[in-house]
């Protein structure tokens, strides 16, 4: 009885409770600061109505465009859920990067019951955090799909209410997928079995690349391993603030070239950039070349200590960086609302890898540059490293 009147509204316009607690625009105002949602056109805020199907425990499956405020249409929902009823939602996420700027994100919203569990922890930093989980003090918990077999972390959630299981980066659980990811498939055998014969929670999944195949292959999925069907909201890929550009260019003139492109959009302005290159040798030696042209730079790849990793991040963020050479590691990650420039001085694996990393520029929706330097070379250099990572896969 009192979960279906904390949870469920009644519509009535004379009901107080219903207009803030169950409002996705009061809520929106209340934990971010915003007055109202990003509207497409007139009248029609693809946020709102995810955020109003996340907050009524619908399934939703959501495209929306890198920068496009994704992450928002989970956050919000997921706290109004631990507000209402202190309920859990477990996001699934693929990168540590990824995970540590929401956190560290919500936390200078003055959010703090926002936790992650992954490598860049500290054995005494994780037990902090399980403990936190299991005395309800943690409303959101971002979380890679393999920590879905540790048994302190099944422990630990078995203790709590979960009121919804997000799927961040939903084209990992596609075999269609750049980012196919195994252990993502094992996640929703958990949820079976940890739901039992209760009610299933609400399951959202979020991206900004999925094709048509794949968001077939991830309903399909859930269809057979939970039962349920999503309600789908389509938007689109475009954004109009990024200029794309392909500038053909040897290879013995990549390095020069990206200092010439940072010069002409740094130079003049505030804010960062990141360039992408395909090995971590290639990020050492570009980061390298350019910190000798007197550009405060720093190489990122999955090859780093943790401890690292968080420290670049840190720095890029605030600044004090104001360029990044990085692998695809980095690729889906950051959250700096002002890079200017991205430059990719080795073609990425895939379309879908190319949106990811092209998406990290002018999430402030200023204008940015995103540019390929390509030389034909690239596709064969390209193709051989995917051959090499297939085999290393079906070693293993």
């Not at 999925?210 to 057979?224: N, R, T, Y």
């Not at 395909?278 to 550009?295: M, N, P, T, V």
Request: glycine share 8%; aromatic share 8%.
């Amino acid at each position: 009885l009192i979960s279906e009147l904390r949870d469920a509204p009644c519509e009535r316009e004379d009901c107080q409770y219903c207009q803030t607690t169950h409002d996705p625009r009061h809520e929106l105002k209340r934990y971010f600061g915003f007055p109202d949602f990003r509207y497409e056109q007139p009248g029609e805020s693809l946020q709102h109505d995810i955020v109003l199907a996340g907050m009524r425990g619908q399934h939703v499956l959501a495209i929306l465009a890198t920068g496009g405020g994704k992450s928002l249409c989970y956050q919000l929902p997921a706290l109004n859920r631990f507000h209402r009823n202190g309920s859990l939602t477990v996001i699934v996420s693929p990168l540590q990067s990824l995970m540590k700027d929401q956190v560290d994100g919500l936390l200078e919203r003055n959010v703090q019951c926002a936790a992650t569990l992954n490598g860049l922890l500290t054995m005494p930093e994780r037990a902090e955090v399980l403990e936190k989980i299991q005395m309800g003090d943690v409303g959101i918990l971002l979380v890679s799909p393999e920590q879905f077999r540790n048994k302190a972390f099944r422990r630990a959630i078995r203790q709590r209410q979960v009121g919804a299981w997000i799927f961040d980066e939903a084209h990992c659980l596609s075999k269609w997928g750049s980012d196919f990811r195994p252990d993502y498939l094992y996640v929703s055998r958990f949820i079976r079995e940890y739901t039992g014969d209760h009610l299933l929670a609400q399951i959202g999944c979020f991206t900004a690349t999925a094709k048509p195949d794949v968001l077939a292959d991830i309903q399909c999925h859930f269809k057979e391993s939970l039962g349920i069907k999503f309600k789908v909201f389509p938007g689109g890929y475009e954004r109009t603030n990024l200029h794309f550009d392909v500038l053909p260019c040897i290879r013995a003139e990549k390095w020069s070239r990206t200092d010439r492109l940072l010069h002409e959009h740094l130079d003049s302005q505030e804010g960062g950039a990141v360039v992408f290159v395909s090995s971590r040798k290639s990020a050492e030696e570009l980061s390298d070349f350019l910190i000798g042209q007197g550009w405060p730079c720093k190489h990122f790849h999955a090859g780093l200590e943790p401890n690292t990793k968080t420290d670049i991040q840190d720095d890029f963020k605030a600044g004090q960086l104001r360029i990044i050479v990085a692998t695809n590691a980095f690729g889906m990650g950051v959250d700096k609302a002002d890079i200017r420039l991205v430059v990719h001085a080795d073609i990425p694996g895939s379309l879908e890898n190319y949106l990811q990393e092209a998406g990290r520029a002018g999430r402030d929706q200023g204008d940015a540059r995103c540019v390929l330097l390509y030389d034909p070379q690239d596709i064969e250099t390209q193709f051989g490293m995917s051959e090499r990572s297939k085999l290393s896969i079906r070693d293993i």
